[in-house]
């Protein structure tokens, strides 16, 4: 419901650069929440605060259906950016409760599956919410973009409350396991990451969180591909209709993009567990996509443009999983590993503020300036992605020589836990 939604521009005067505020407003909140949020579900469980997230969020979309003007609508979407901030990382760090190192990528790819397919369906519901008569009470009429609101919200309610039956808290707690099941499932998680559940949350967790070279890396690499998820996700509709298509044409052509990115995306991340590699994948992830906006960047014709559509969309989602485990999987400790989620994903938004001013009114119908923007992030990717895999390679030289194993002397258990991944006998994933 943003980019997609005929008729907000008139409602509310989003002319010009107002647009581009509103979206920048959400992705800020977005960022300052998802650190302190996943800290919450650490303490709390995703049990009750994944729906709790899921209907917060709910109640402000349907509340924008309501807006009368452009401060109305800054406050809801700054609302929203707290709301939703926590359910990316939130939900990377849930399943990673769940499932071993090389078991994650396809499960958090699965996740993301979803807001492919959210642009795909988003199209589609648009398309069909948005001729609904006008209708509500006197002084609150609901109409063309506003039902999208309402709708989509209305659901998400729905689906947020019927969460809280079906959602175990942690692999111990699940119902659906025999007792013996759930000792195995616990312990699993526990003796491959060589960490404790029951750790109390402290502010030692969140320092070594922030201060790992790997989610920094695994951070900026995820800002970087960011900007094109934003941009593919927000923007397509844009890009296709400068193509001079009708308004409908659009929001259908819209879908395949990004139905091909999903079936692309789920591949990408199932090979990536198989092979226990996160880096490469992302590499491969960033090219496919650099094929995308060089074509858009230089074709002339709209058949090729639309073609690379295609490779711009199914380059841009699986990198997001790749980036979030790889920084997961080389983080140990429940805490740690819930605020290393955070940390990347804050950096993510950075990539999505950009992408919120790269497509700009006054570069149609080319849009050259937002490609351009996308293609040398991708080029800086994989930069970053080649770093990340040295260092990985390198520390694991370093600890199987016994160059880390000082850190063990004289150190009881519960001490020996705390090295989370700086314990010696701890290898990274590259």
């Known amino acids: 419901g943003n980019a997609r939604i005929e008729g907000m521009g008139r409602d509310l005067s989003l002319v010009g650069y107002r647009f581009n505020w509103t979206l920048t407003v959400f992705f800020i909140s977005y960022a300052v929440i998802e650190v302190p949020s996943n800290i919450a579900i650490r303490i709390i469980g995703g049990k009750y605060y994944i729906p709790f997230l899921v209907v ?157 070279i790997n989610n920094t890396i695994c951070g900026i690499g995820l800002g970087l591909i960011n900007i094109s998820v934003q941009s593919v996700s927000l923007f397509l509709p844009t890009i296709l209709s400068a193509l001079g298509w009708t308004a409908l044409k659009t929001q259908l052509y819209s879908v395949p993009p990004f139905v091909v990115a999903s079936i692309y995306a789920i591949t990408s991340c199932w090979l990536s ?19 995308g906006f060089v074509i858009l960047i230089t074709a002339n014709s709209n058949g090729a443009k639309y073609v690379a559509t295609f490779f711009a969309c199914a380059g841009s989602f699986p990198s997001g999983p790749a980036y979030i485990t790889w920084g997961m999987n080389n983080a140990s400790g429940p805490t740690i590993r819930a605020v290393s989620a955070a940390y990347i994903t804050m950096w993510g938004q950075v990539g999505a503020i950009v992408a919120t001013w790269a497509y700009l009114p006054h570069d149609a119908p080319q849009y050259r300036t937002g490609h351009s923007i996308n293609l040398a992030a991708h080029c800086l990717a994989i930069l970053c992605a080649l770093i990340g895999i040295f260092y990985v390679k390198w520390e694991n030289k370093m600890r199987d020589r016994g160059k880390r194993d000082h850190r063990l002397q004289d150190l009881t258990r519960e001490q020996e836990l705390l090295l989370g991944y700086r314990h010696p006998r701890l290898r990274y994933m590259a």
């Open 273 to 291: 567990d198989a092979f226990k590699k996160r880096g490469a994948f992302a590499i491969v992830n960033s090219c496919v996509c650099i094929i």
């Open 56 to 212: 917060s969020f709910a109640i402000i979309s349907m509340s924008t259906a309501f807006v009368q003007n452009f401060s109305g609508l800054v406050a809801c979407r700054f609302m929203l950016g707290l709301a939703e901030g926590g359910m990316m990382p939130g939900i990377a760090f849930y399943l990673s409760t769940f499932y071993r190192r090389h078991e994650l990528a396809f499960r958090v790819g699965m996740f993301i599956l979803g807001a492919s397919l959210a642009g795909a369906f988003g199209s589609l519901l648009a398309a069909g919410l948005s001729p609904i008569p006008e209708w509500g009470a006197p002084s609150a009429r609901i109409h063309d973009w506003r039902n999208i609101f309402f709708f989509e919200g209305l659901l998400s309610i729905i689906c947020g409350l019927v969460a809280i039956y079906f959602l175990p808290s942690s692999p111990d707690k699940c119902k659906f396991l025999s007792e013996t099941d759930r000792y195995i499932a616990l312990e699993r998680i526990q003796q491959e990451n060589r960490e404790e559940h029951a750790e109390r949350v402290r502010l030692h967790h969140v320092y070594r969180a922030v201060f790992n």
